[in-house]
C-alpha cells in the first residue's frame, strides 16, 4: 500500500491517491494539532487505485494532520493550507 497526498501545501483542495492489491477499507481523518476531529469520511472497502479530492477551502490558513487509517494501520501526514 502506498498514497499520495498533493498538492501539499494546498489552496484547500487536495487530492489522496491510494495504491493497494488487497481489498481493504480506508478511513480519511483531518485534525488540527490540538487533536480535534474536523472532518471525517468512511470509504469502505476498495481494491486497486483509488483517489478522492477533498474540498477543505473552507478551512483557516494553517497546517493540519491528515490521517489515513487502512485495515488497522494508521498513517499521518502534515497538510498545510495556505491562502
Request: net charge positive; proline share 4%; no cysteine.
Given at each position: 500500500?502506498?498514497?499520495?497526498?498533493?498538492?501539499?501545501?494546498?489552496?484547500?483542495?487536495?487530492?489522496?491517491?491510494?495504491?493497494?492489491?488487497?481489498?481493504?477499507?480506508?478511513?480519511?481523518?483531518?485534525?488540527?494539532?490540538?487533536?480535534?476531529?474536523?472532518?471525517?469520511?468512511?470509504?469502505?472497502?476498495?481494491?486497486?487505485?483509488?483517489?478522492?479530492?477533498?474540498?477543505l477551502s473552507n478551512f483557516s490558513?494553517?497546517?493540519?494532520?491528515?490521517?489515513l487509517i487502512h485495515n488497522g494501520?494508521?498513517?499521518?501526514?502534515?497538510?498545510?493550507?495556505?491562502k
Amino acid at each position: 500500500m502506498s498514497n499520495f497526498v498533493y498538492p501539499n501545501p494546498t489552496n484547500g483542495i487536495v487530492t489522496i491517491a491510494e495504491f493497494s492489491s488487497p481489498k481493504q477499507s480506508i478511513i480519511i481523518r483531518v485534525l488540527d494539532f490540538s487533536g480535534k476531529e474536523l472532518y471525517l469520511e468512511n470509504i469502505g472497502n476498495i481494491t486497486g487505485t483509488f483517489s478522492k479530492q477533498l474540498d477543505l477551502s473552507n478551512f483557516s490558513q494553517g497546517t493540519y494532520l491528515l490521517e489515513l487509517i487502512h485495515n488497522g494501520q494508521r498513517e499521518v501526514k502534515k497538510l498545510v493550507i495556505q491562502k
